[in-house]
């Protein structure tokens, strides 16, 4: 049965068919870092050409999943491009050298795996357009044995760098490289991967996108403290920053990195979308960019054909075809529960007065306001409001210790799937009876093709 499933599988990923943006143009390139000091004039350019090339292919096909209603997210794969750009021309130059794998601890930048499976030849690029439509096998998040040519699950945020520790170690002599995120970095799993990796001398490298950027703001905003750079260095690892869109700079931090003994992370600061009108910069562009800006951005870039094929049959030929009749909520006869939470929690506390609620009320967010109904509390009630970021299990506790006090009511949201991640300190709260209504959000599953991680079945 695994096997038939297997063939089956491949076959749905081999169909021929076509994808608007041509990518003959790609070329491979090899640049061994132990012995090339600075990028040539021809392999820079080459590097250049592949750069533009592929991002303009994830920006069309993530934004095929925002044209079928499926969603998805752009501008992370988009940032990571030139460095994705230069691993690979690394482990073509240097297989021995290196785990050849492109393992990133922010799995909703999935585009880059299934744009690397297709330059790998495990898929055709016509499949792309089917990005996280059901049963199409592209999900929101990597997951292995689901997709040809992923090669690693990857979990939530923060979930991937305690697991290339592993890998390095199973791989001693090779460097093992590890794709990272200022908004991964917050999560406390990092930390814990940070002190066993210097304190083993792990061959682990990391080149962290730095855009200042999540869901729902900007970290220098909400955590005016946090800098993953010092964050990292305060572990012990060899660090250097440099700009993300600077190939130069990027060649040679990243060539510093394979040359130093031991672990090393290279921030690659950006901002978030470089050069995408009405993205560039903001929070948007943690999601799937819209039809309309892939459109302009598309038509500047000359693909026209894409940009027809966006604003005709991507609307209806990537639909999933065993999705079926949905037998919940239809139309605007109700509104989501998950939005529904933040406004009946609303009318709730609007009975007290403004010194009452302050005093006696709590409501902190883990960077996911908008998708599980904590953004009506923060509109309405800024005063009681915690912004706080991708860490569940410290910002749990902080409204578990709020909630210690019998007068006290903490409020806490994030998606069900993530409950995995509190368990423990679930268990905490309740031995120290504390108040803490929680709102785990997204249980269960629907047709928008997410995976595993993101489900929450077992909960």
């Known amino acids: 049965h695994e096997h038939r499933s297997s063939v089956l599988t491949g076959r749905l990923f081999k169909m021929a068919g076509t994808f608007e943006i041509d990518m003959s143009s790609f070329k491979e390139v090899e640049i061994n870092p132990f012995t090339e000091a600075t990028l040539s004039a021809e392999k820079k350019a080459t590097i250049l050409a592949n750069v533009q090339l592929c991002r303009d292919a994830i920006v069309f096909f993530t934004s095929c999943g925002a044209a079928s209603g499926y969603g998805g997210h752009t501008g992370g794969a988009y940032d990571t491009v030139p460095e994705v750009m230069l691993l690979r021309s690394f482990f073509k130059a240097c297989p021995d050298k290196f785990v050849p794998i492109f393992f990133d601890e922010a799995g909703h930048r999935v585009a880059t795996q299934y744009l690397l499976a297709a330059l790998d030849g495990d898929m055709e690029f016509s499949h792309l357009k089917k990005y996280r439509v059901g049963h199409a096998g592209l999900p929101g998040h990597p997951e292995l044995r689901c997709t040809p040519g992923v090669k690693f699950s990857s979990g939530r945020l923060g979930q991937m760098w305690p697991m290339v520790n592993g890998?390095?170690?199973?791989?001693?002599?090779?460097?093992?490289?590890?794709?990272?995120?200022?908004?991964?970095?917050?999560?406390?799993?990092?930390?814990?991967?940070?002190?066993?990796?210097?304190?083993?001398?792990?061959?682990?490298?990391?080149?962290?996108?730095?855009?200042?950027?999540?869901?729902?703001?900007?970290?220098?905003?909400y955590f005016p403290g946090y800098d993953v750079e010092k964050t990292l260095k305060g572990h012990g690892m060899g660090t250097s920053v440099?700009?993300?869109?600077?190939?130069?700079?990027?060649?040679?931090?990243?060539?510093?990195?394979?040359?130093?003994?031991?672990?090393?992370?290279?921030?690659?600061?950006?901002?978030?979308?470089?050069?995408?009108?009405?993205?560039?910069?903001?929070?948007?562009?943690?999601?799937?960019?819209?039809?309309?800006?892939?459109?302009?951005?598309?038509?500047?870039?000359?693909?026209?054909?894409?940009?027809?094929?966006?604003?005709?049959?991507?609307?209806?030929?990537?639909?999933?075809?065993?999705?079926?009749?949905?037998?919940?909520?239809?139309?605007n006869t109700q509104k989501a529960n998950r939005g529904e939470f933040g406004l009946v929690v609303n009318k709730i506390i609007e009975r007290l007065s403004d010194e009452e609620r302050v005093s006696k009320i709590v409501c902190i967010d883990s960077d996911l306001e908008g998708s599980t109904g904590l953004k009506a509390i923060h509109q309405k009630h800024p005063e009681i409001f915690v912004q706080s970021g991708i860490m569940e299990r410290a910002n749990f506790q902080a409204a578990a210790g709020f909630g210690m006090d019998k007068t006290k009511q903490a409020i806490f949201s994030t998606f069900a799937a993530f409950l995995e991640m509190c368990i423990s300190e679930i268990t905490m709260a309740r031995l120290n009876y504390s108040n803490v209504l929680c709102h785990f959000s997204h249980s269960g599953v629907d047709d928008m093709a997410d995976n595993t991680c993101h489900f929450g079945i077992n909960n």
Request: proline share 3%; net charge negative; aromatic share 4%.
């Open 242 to 331: 440099c700009d993300g869109e600077d190939i130069d700079a990027l060649y040679a931090e990243m060539r510093a990195a394979v040359l130093a003994d031991g672990p090393y992370a290279v921030v690659a600061r950006r901002k978030m979308a470089p050069g995408v009108e009405g993205v560039e910069g903001t929070c948007g562009g943690h999601d799937v960019i819209a039809v309309a800006k892939a459109v302009v951005y598309l038509t500047k870039r000359g693909h026209m054909d894409a940009v027809k094929w966006l604003e005709g049959d991507a609307k209806i030929a990537t639909k999933d075809p065993q999705a079926g009749d949905y037998l919940g909520t239809k139309g």
């Open 167 to 221: 890998v390095a170690m199973a791989n001693k002599g090779k460097i093992a490289w590890c794709l990272g995120s200022d908004g991964s970095q917050m999560e406390g799993n990092d930390s814990e991967a940070a002190r066993l990796c210097v304190a083993q001398n792990l061959k682990v490298k990391l080149v962290i996108d730095d855009n200042n950027v999540t869901i729902a703001g900007h970290p220098k905003d």
